[in-house]
């Protein structure tokens, strides 16, 4: 019986060191850090529009398309994130079963700045910011908002998210800043597109 007691404490004094080890290897997200996402189990285009690659604010959180809050992140490994992921859409009722993959990655160059468009365009990219970059040439730069995008525009920064019309010469101007988040909505069905500019 002490041989059999010997030899199980010898297996677990083995194995805990390895297991806590590879939980430690596992890479975490990080402020300012990037995670690569990718959504399935969604109806229509909402695969293209969540999936993507987005980057963790100075607050270790996220801004996700259709959540009404951003989402914490920091600290968490790939599962975690999809937990907390699929625990979000479901608690606001967004989605019922959806599905998520999660890659952290935590090799980005730190101290880059971007800002980050995602949404209904052509292409979802995290640009590296340059002084007098504008609303519309970042739109531009991700092949513009598709022929499903709004064209109302939402713009988060500092936690706060205001909405531009894409058609308003003034909005289209506006400049942008580190870390701002670009997000286009899909179109509703009744929203007309104008066929000129506005003021």
């Known amino acids: ?27 975490r997200a990080i402020p300012g850090g990037f995670i690569h996402i990718e959504a399935k189990n969604l109806p229509g285009s909402d695969v293209s529009v969540v999936s993507g690659k987005y980057q963790l604010d100075n607050k270790g959180t996220v801004r996700m398309p259709y959540l009404s809050a951003p989402i914490a992140f920091a600290g968490k490994t790939g ?13 606001e009722k967004v ?19 971007f800002v980050h468009v995602t949404g209904a365009v052509g292409s979802k990219k995290n640009l590296p910011y340059r002084a007098e970059l504008t609303l519309i040439e970042a739109l531009i730069e991700c092949g513009d908002i598709t022929d499903f995008g709004s064209r109302h525009i939402l713009v988060t920064r500092n936690g706060v998210t205001k909405e531009y019309d894409y058609f308003s010469t ?17 179109r ?12």
């Not at 599962?79 to 608690?91: F, G, N, P």
């Open 188 to 199: 509703k069905v009744t929203e007309l597109r104008s066929k000129t500019l506005l003021p």
């Open 79 to 91: 599962r975690q994130i999809q937990d907390a992921l699929t625990a979000a859409y479901q608690k």
């Open 170 to 186: 003034r909005d289209r101007d506006i400049k942008l800043f580190p870390g701002d988040t670009i997000f286009v909505r899909e």
């Open 1 to 27: 019986m002490k041989q059999f007691l010997a030899v199980i404490c010898c297996v677990l004094f083995c194995v805990l060191p390895f297991s806590v080890r590879a939980q430690d290897v596992e890479p």
């Open 95 to 113: 989605y019922t079963t959806p599905v998520f993959s999660v890659v952290v990655d935590s090799k980005e160059v730190p101290g880059e700045r």
